[in-house]
C-alpha cells in the first residue's frame, strides 16, 4: 500500500494596508483556515501577528489590547481581563502554561502580509 503525504506550505496572505495598523494600535483579519490574527505595529514599527482570540475567555478581543513592553520585550494585554502577553512569542507573561499562536509578518510595498501554513495545493 502506497501512502501519499501531504506536505505543508508557507503562503503569505495580504492582511492590510501597510499604513496599518497605526502605531500601537491593533486590526482584526480573518485568515484562510478560519481563525483570526491580531495584527500590531509597536512603537519602534515592527509588526506582530498573534491569536486574536483570548484564551482565558475565548473572546475575539486581542486585537482590541493594550500595547507596551515589560523590560523591553513588546506585549499585548488583553482588554478584558489585561493578561499579558509577549508579542513576538505569544508566550503569557502571567501563565507560563497559555500562549497565544504567532505568525510571521512582513510589509510588502502598500500592503502587509501574514505568513500562514497551508496543506499543498490548497489556498
Known sequence: ????????????????????????????????????????????????????????????????GIVGDRAGEPTIASPMLKHVFSLPTGRSLDDEHTCLTTWPVRRRGATVQIAVRTEEGTP
Open 1 to 64: 500500500m502506497i501512502t501519499a503525504t501531504v506536505q505543508p506550505t508557507t503562503i503569505w496572505i495580504d492582511a492590510c494596508p501597510a499604513h496599518l495598523p497605526g502605531v500601537e494600535d491593533g486590526v482584526a483579519v480573518l485568515l484562510p483556515d478560519g481563525r483570526q490574527a491580531a495584527l500590531f505595529r509597536t512603537r519602534d514599527h515592527r509588526l506582530y501577528a498573534v491569536d486574536n482570540i483570548d484564551p482565558y475567555t475565548g473572546a475575539a478581543v486581542i486585537s482590541r
